[in-house]
């Protein structure tokens, strides 16, 4: 168990819906990252968030948004669904980004089908 | 752009035998190279890491060198286990010269392997 928690462990729903994954990053922990896995695309890195504030963006699309509360849990919000969403979304997060401070620690996904 | 390139799997092995998964990758910055191993219908869990040059990092007997000269991070293991059945991920973060991430993980493709008694 990586302390990293996320909820739903599924989600099915329709094409054009919305939906918002939730994060709740280890003890301790200031840094969240989202990252997207698909058979086609592999592992792809979405978006940063340290300590509430956004960092780095990756090959997140315009209809995903994310953000990080005071209590630093985290959430991934993906509109307007297509069929090419489906995929597991995993969160990880860090202590910070210095030194042996990088290793980012993975919570078990959220699987997403788009119908 | 910051890129990792792993040996095309799925690899199959018996029990016992010795195994190597290749990784190489390319990096603006300074990297820090990661195995992560996903287990089935698991998240990723961190294998082992190095974050500079000639480090060997290890755990529950793999090892893996950072090659700055070759630009690679080649996992082994001697004698492999059914249970090592899984997924295996080289990835990377890139730092700036003051040693601060740039936070992202850059991934490879995934290795398949399969153990079978």
């Known amino acids: 168990d990586s302390g990293v928690t996320q909820t739903p462990k599924h989600l099915i729903t329709a094409t054009g819906q919305r939906v918002t994954l939730r994060c709740s990053p280890r003890s301790g922990d200031l840094s969240v990252y989202w990252y997207q896995q698909s058979l086609d695309q592999g592992l792809q890195f979405l978006i940063h968030?340290?300590?509430?504030?956004?960092?780095a963006k990756g090959n997140i699309l315009e209809r995903f948004s994310a953000q990080q509360f005071p209590d630093l849990h985290s959430e991934l919000n993906l509109s307007s669904l297509e069929l090419g969403d489906s995929a597991l979304y995993f969160c990880a997060s860090s202590p910070g980004l210095a030194g042996g401070r990088k290793e980012q620690f993975f919570g078990p996904g959220t699987r997403l089908t788009v119908l | 752009g910051d890129s990792v390139t792993q040996m095309e799997g799925p690899v199959t092995l018996s029990e016992e035998a010795f195994l190597t998964i290749n990784c190489t990758y390319t990096a603006t910055g300074y990297p820090s190279l990661f195995w992560y191993v996903q287990y089935p219908g698991e998240g990723l869990q961190l294998l082992l890491k190095a974050t500079k040059a000639d480090d060997k990092g290890s755990n529950k007997g793999f090892e893996a060198t950072y090659r700055k000269e070759t630009t690679s991070f080649h996992l082994e293991k001697g004698s492999v286990q059914v249970s090592d059945s899984a997924v295996y991920f080289c990835a990377l973060t890139t730092d700036n010269a003051g040693g601060t991430s740039y936070g992202k993980l850059t991934f490879g493709q995934g290795t398949i392997l399969t153990v079978h008694p």
């Open positions: 968030y340290y300590n509430g504030e956004e960092r």
